[in-house]
Nanobody, 121 residues
Framework: QVQLVESGGGLVQAGGSLRLSCAAS????????MAWYRQAPGKQRELVAA???????NYSDSVKGRFTISRDYAKNTVYLQMNSLKPEDTAVFYC???????????????WGQGTQVTVSS
């Protein structure tokens, strides 16, 4: 099993910045994709940004140019640097990892517990 621990959420004024972190631990053979999702009240969970094992990234249109996803391969940690935050970014942010626990085991998805990001106007 893989455990994910998130940190870095909080309350910030519009235009401010926050940095989220998500550290993966446990039985890890290989991590493929690390990603951040978010879910605002009354809305579906949506992909914010993702980074592959090769370093390729993709972002939702709503955060392009403002958010940056990065990864520390040695620490099995993914970061989300969020700049120029807007009130509409307010949501619970979840870390998601696609990984294998064993060499010949299945690829599975794991979720963090979520961290609240609130942007005030």
């Amino acid at each position: 099993q893989v455990q994910l621990v998130e940190s870095g959420g909080g309350l910030v004024q519009a235009g401010g910045s926050l940095r989220l972190s998500c550290a993966a631990s446990g039985s890890i053979f290989r991590i493929n994709v690390m990603a951040w999702y978010r879910q605002a009240p009354g809305k579906q969970r949506e992909l914010v940004a993702a980074i592959t094992s090769g370093g390729s990234t993709n972002y939702s249109d709503s955060v392009k140019g403002r958010f940056t996803i990065s990864r520390d391969y040695a620490k099995n940690t993914v970061y989300l640097q969020m700049n120029s935050l807007k009130p509409e970014d307010t949501a619970v942010f979840y870390c998601n990892v696609e990984a294998k626990s064993r060499r010949y085991g299945p690829v599975q998805h794991y979720w963090g517990q979520g961290t609240q990001v609130t942007v005030s106007s």
